[in-house]
């Protein structure tokens, strides 16, 4: 009997042995997954508003151009668009993808239509703010500059200038 209560806790013991490196493991494996989910949210929120056409993803070049693109660095991000496109490593459609999204992106508010900049709300103190980082002071939640109502009524007459012309 006393054989069988040492087997026992043998294996009891090794069982609660398994038991915690199972549970570590796991909490390792959900650690990494968080902090490589925060770490790319920025690029994967910029690559929403881009939109996933145009075969993006399919080699470095053109990771790394939509990379310099989140991050602001649009002169370098055209640089390399035209070197990667005379390299054949990305095709013109996308090189036109990129480009137009690199002039949106680059846009300031002072650029806009002047029917546009005679609205009532138009925050004049951004003018010479460009659309990237309007957009940056509304992620970060800086409002050293402007109010939030500003920042967001810059942004949407940015971004939606098209159709805001189309109503007048």
Do not use: Y
């Not at 693109?69 to 996308?94: D, K, M, P, Q, R």
């Not at 650029?111 to 609205?119: E, G, K, M, Y």
């Amino acid at each position: 009997m006393s054989t069988r209560l040492v087997a026992h806790h043998t294996v009891t013991d090794w069982r609660a042995h398994h038991g915690r490196r199972m549970f570590l493991l796991w909490m390792l494996g959900w650690v990494v997954i968080l902090l490589g989910g925060c770490a790319s949210s920025r690029e994967a929120s910029f690559q929403e508003r881009m939109g996933s056409g145009g075969g993006f993803g399919r080699n470095s070049a053109e990771a790394r151009i939509v990379h310099l693109i989140s991050e602001g660095h649009f002169a370098e991000a055209e640089a390399l668009i035209v070197e990667s496109n005379t390299a054949g490593l990305l095709e013109e459609s996308a090189a036109t993808v990129l480009r137009k999204n690199i002039a949106e992106q680059s846009m300031k508010l002072g650029d806009i239509p002047a029917t546009l900049q005679r609205v009532a709300s138009f925050p004049a103190n951004l003018r010479e703010h460009t659309r990237f980082q309007i957009q940056r002071m509304l992620e970060r939640k800086d409002f050293s500059v402007a109010t939030k109502k500003e920042l967001q009524t810059a942004l949407k007459l940015l971004k939606e200038q098209k159709r805001l012309l189309e109503k007048n």
